[in-house]
C-alpha cells in the first residue's frame, strides 16, 4: 500500500524566512497531493492541493511542488509569519476508478516561526 | 455556510464500553471520511461511506462500525473500547473529487 514520509519533524524559522516541508510517496499510482494545517485543538485545514497533471501550484505566500518521476513534493511558505505556526501534514491519495481514495498522510512537521 | 461539525467535542470512557461519535458533512457534500489520529501522529483511515455504504476501509477491526444516513451524516461506533482507542477521531467530508474538508474532531479518552 501507500506509504508517504514527510520531513522535517520540526521546524524553526524566522519571521520573515522561508518554509520547506518536503514529502516522498511510495505508490505511483496516487494522483492527488493536499497539504494541511493542523492547529491545537483543531482539525486539520485544507491549505493548498496538487494534481498529478500539474507540477507546481501557487497562492499568495504558499507554493507546491510535484515531482511525480521522483515521486517528491514539497511545500513552500515565503515571508513566514508567527501565525503560520501550526502542525502540517502531507498526504497522498488515489483515485480507485471514478470513486474517491482515502487520504494516507505523513507524520507532520511542527513549524514554529519566530517574532 | 457551516463546515463540517462534529459531536460530542470531547468524551471520557471506561474500558469495554461502546462509544457513538456522530458528523454532519459540509453542505453539498455526500461522502464522509472517518480518520484516527493519535498523539503526535498523522491521521489514519478507518473508513468512508458514500451512498449509505461503506466504501473502503482502512486496517481497523471490526469493533469499529459506521453508518451513513439518507441526509449525509454519519455516525463512528466503537464497540469493546480499549486504552489504545483513546484519539482525535475526525471526519472528512467530500463531494465528488479529492478535496476532503476536516471537522474539529472528537477527542476520545479512554480510562
Known amino acids: 500500500g501507500e506509504n508517504v514520509e514527510q520531513h522535517p519533524s520540526t521546524l524553526s524559522v524566522q519571521e520573515g524566512d522561508s518554509a520547506v516541508i518536503k514529502c516522498t510517496y511510495s505508490?505511483?499510482?496516487?494522483?492527488?497531493f493536499p497539504w494541511y494545517k493542523q492547529e491545537l485543538g483543531k482539525g486539520p485545514q485544507l491549505i493548498i492541493d496538487?494534481?498529478?497533471?500539474?507540477g507546481e501550484k501557487k497562492d499568495q505566500r504558499i507554493a507546491v511542488t510535484l515531482n511525480k518521476t521522483a515521486k517528491h513534493f514539497s511545500l513552500h511558505i515565503t515571508e513566514t509569519q508567527p501565525e503560520d505556526s501550526a502542525v502540517y501534514f502531507c498526504a497522498a491519495l488515489k483515485n480507485y476508478g471514478g470513486s474517491q481514495g482515502n487520504l494516507i498522510f505523513g507524520k507532520g512537521t511542527k513549524l514554529s516561526v519566530k517574532p | 455556510d457551516a463546515g463540517v461539525t462534529q459531536s460530542p467535542t470531547h468524551l471520557i470512557k471506561t474500558r469495554g464500553q461502546q462509544v457513538t461519535l456522530r458528523c454532519s458533512p459540509k453542505?453539498?457534500?455526500?461522502?464522509v471520511s472517518w480518520y484516527q489520529q493519535a498523539l503526535g501522529q498523522g491521521p489514519q483511515f478507518i473508513f468512508q461511506y458514500y451512498e449509505e455504504e461503506e466504501r473502503q476501509r482502512g486496517n481497523f477491526p471490526d469493533r469499529f462500525s459506521g453508518h451513513q444516513f439518507p441526509n449525509y451524516s454519519s455516525e463512528l461506533n466503537v464497540n469493546a473500547l480499549l486504552l489504545g482507542d483513546s484519539a482525535l477521531y475526525l471526519c472528512a467530508s467530500s463531494f465528488r473529487d479529492n478535496e476532503q474538508f476536516f471537522g474539529p474532531g472528537t477527542r476520545l479518552t479512554v480510562l
Open positions: 505508490d505511483s499510482a496516487s494522483n492527488y
Open positions: 453542505s453539498g457534500h455526500d461522502t
Open positions: 496538487i494534481r498529478s497533471n500539474v
